[in-house]
Nanobody, 120 residues
C-alpha cells in the first residue's frame, strides 16, 4: 500500500506565496510521475503541474510563470511553490503519483488534499 500526504496549504492574501509538499510512503519500487491537481467549488479537477522522474515538467497555462514544481526523488517528495497567488487559485490541491509498486505493476494514488484559500 502507498500513501500520499500533502501539507502546506492555508490562507494567504492575494500576491502572497505558499509552498505545498507531498510525501509518498509505503511499498514503492519507483515513482514515475508526480503531479498536483486542484479542484475549486463547482469546478472539475484540473492538472496544475507535473514532474517526471527524469526531470521534465509541465504546467497549466493559468499558473505558468507563477508556480514551480520540484521533486526530491530520494525522499519521494514533490513540492509546489506558488507565488503571486490570485483569488482564482483558491481550491483544494491534490497530489497524485504513478507509483511502480513492483517491476511489473504501476498504480495511481491520490493524497487527501490540502485547502488553499487566497483572499482578495
Amino acid at each position: 500500500q502507498v500513501q500520499l500526504v500533502e501539507s502546506g496549504g492555508g490562507l494567504v492574501q492575494a500576491g502572497g506565496s505558499l509552498r505545498l509538499s507531498c510525501v509518498a510512503s509505503g511499498s514503492i519500487f519507483s515513482i514515475n510521475y508526480m503531479c498536483w491537481y486542484r479542484q475549486a467549488p463547482g469546478k472539475h479537477r484540473e492538472l496544475v503541474a507535473g514532474h517526471t522522474s527524469g526531470g521534465s515538467t509541465n504546467y497549466a497555462d493559468s499558473v505558468k510563470g507563477r508556480f514551480t514544481i520540484s521533486r526530491d526523488n530520494a525522499k519521494n517528495t514533490v513540492y509546489l511553490q506558488m507565488n503571486s497567488l490570485k483569488p482564482e487559485d483558491t481550491a483544494v490541491y491534490y497530489c497524485n503519483a504513478d507509483v511502480q509498486v513492483s517491476p511489473n505493476y504501476v498504480n495511481d494514488y491520490w493524497g487527501q488534499g490540502t485547502q488553499v484559500t487566497v483572499s482578495s
